[in-house]
């Protein structure tokens, strides 16, 4: 004959400890996802930033064309990424720099029918709490970045050389 062991499982204090620490961890990832991570937006800001797109080297014969970009949407040409609004153009001569392997100097003069152009942009961005860089509509910016402009009057490669956060 087989005997039958009916005893009944009661909770006790190892149980209680045991639940106890599931609902703490579980208490503990439900905050890192919701209020610490991208999963939420408490982590991000929503700031107006100015930033600076340099364009190096362009020729003059560009200048007028690309002067007319002022208060027209800048868009990133390989993505199509809404980069902001441009505020302001202006330009500075182009220098050239060279080198002479015969005396090894360095020299600088005018690189003639060059330019050097500047796209002043304005943008809402998101600030990653993490990094301190900025998301403009799912492209991250910070300085030194590469930036595809495409404007109504002016396509062509620019990078970020200053940001500034302003307030209204």
Known sequence: MIKQNNK???FN??????????????????????????????????VTIQYVLEVKD???ML?????????KELID?????????????????AVLSTYSHETGEATTSDYPEHSNFYFVVEAEAKREADT????????ELSVGSRVYVRLPYYTGTSYCIEINEITK
């Open 77 to 93: 040409a390989a993505a199509k990424f809404v980069l902001g609004t441009v505020k302001e153009f202006y330009t500075e001569p």
């Open 132 to 139: 301190n860089r900025y998301m403009l509509d799912g492209f």
């Open 13 to 46: 204090v190892v149980d209680l400890l045991i639940t106890a620490i599931i609902l703490v961890v579980i208490a503990f990832l439900a905050y890192i996802f919701v209020f610490n991570s991208s999963f939420g937006t408490a982590g991000d800001d929503t």
């Open 63 to 71: 200048t007028e064309s690309a002067a007319k970009n002022v208060d």
């Open 8 to 10: 009944k499982r009661r």
């Open 58 to 60: 362009a020729y003059d």
